[in-house]
């Protein structure tokens, strides 16, 4: 079997995705952590020229941004269960990794890049989307256990890690109680890895019982 | 046959991919201009709860979000073909609709959409975004005709309406010549519908001839 390899780093909610989905399907995997510094560096460019973790490479594949990686590792793992059955569920999984590379990232994410790791930031605009796509998730997850059908997909495996760690940005989840509920059923999925910063069931079953 | 809307607006990048889908596949469609003011009314937010254009209706089934009515077209009408043959390929073409979905929108989107539509953007930061993906695009296209494979994808339908249309916003194409031509091979396809700004196959010659 050709090994897998994940270029990530432990706090990046993007890896994290790849991460959960390796976990989820039982594939062994490496992870190596890429420094803000190596990333601009040649030989990083050659796996990724935008300079970015994560990347997966499995053997000479290889392929960055962390929605792709979870299109593909559902077709290749999972078709159907994992990235739609019909065309409708196709287009509706494809909304949230839409909305997982562009608003949640250029909302909750960027305010946690702010605080955790000094990024430069237009705040007042993260804030704004933030405050765009947040009340839309909540809104659409409070009738519903998954994003999309009745079964857990890669929409909620990238639109996930950035909500659950909004507060790490300053946002309080207790106003979003649909999106945490979520995040909790996430975290409680049989092999869900550990990230610093979302509860895992154990954390926050304790922590209501105080 | 069902009807098909789209939601729309005639400069509206973002719906002009699906009307390329559209006229590409050779489906009948009924094109509804909502303007700024309307897209915040509870009508139009009952079809689209992020107040955006476009949206995709086929009787009951209503689809927000530009890659995502890429991905039901493909799969609904071109699967494998428009969409990925393998996991490889569906991986390859699901990172051109992240560039689509973030980079190209937060990039030279808002330069267009800031001299077009006077939007209020952070016009360095758009610039610095327009400056990472566009060397990436063009030094991928420099031994390609297309951005995934050898024929044209809903990567290529995703990706394309923004860069073609960047002068728009002030970023000149002759800087970025395989995305330049990459554009006038898209215009160049039969059914390509007229878009201004974009110069159609006969306009771009005629120009070169003089």
């Known amino acids: 079997m050709t090994m897998i390899c994940l270029y990530g780093s432990p706090l990046s909610g993007n890896a994290h995705k790849v991460r959960m989905a390796l976990a989820f399907l039982g594939l062994a ?4 952590t890429v420094d803000a510094e190596r ?3 040649d030989a990083f460019r050659a796996l990724n020229p935008m300079a970015q973790i994560p990347v997966y490479a499995e053997g000479d594949f290889v392929l960055r941004d962390s929605q792709a990686i979870l299109a593909y590792l559902a077709a290749r793992h999972r078709p159907g269960d994992w990235d739609g059955h019909t065309a409708e569920e196709r287009g509706a999984i494809a ?3 839409s909305h997982a590379a562009n608003e949640i990232f250029n909302g909750p994410a960027l305010l946690r890049a702010e605080k955790l790791f000094g990024w430069t930031i237009d705040r007042s605009r993260a804030r704004a989307v933030a405050m765009r796509i947040l009340p839309v998730v909540d809104a659409h997850l409070a009738a ?6 009745d079964r857990l997909t890669i929409a909620d495996i990238a639109a996930s890690p950035y909500l ?7 946002i309080d989840l207790d ?4 999106i945490r509920d979520w995040t909790r059923r996430i975290a409680a999925l049989p092999g869900f890895p550990a990230m610093p910063g979302w509860p895992a069931t154990n954390e926050w079953v304790r922590e209501a019982a105080q």
């Open 164 to 170: 659950a760690l909004a507060p790490d940005g300053g």
């Open 144 to 149: 519903r256990t998954w994003l999309v059908g």
């Open 39 to 41: 990333r601009q560096g």
């Open 29 to 32: 995997y490496e992870e190596e």
């Open 175 to 178: 106003d979003w109680p649909h």
């Open 95 to 97: 909304v949230w990794l």
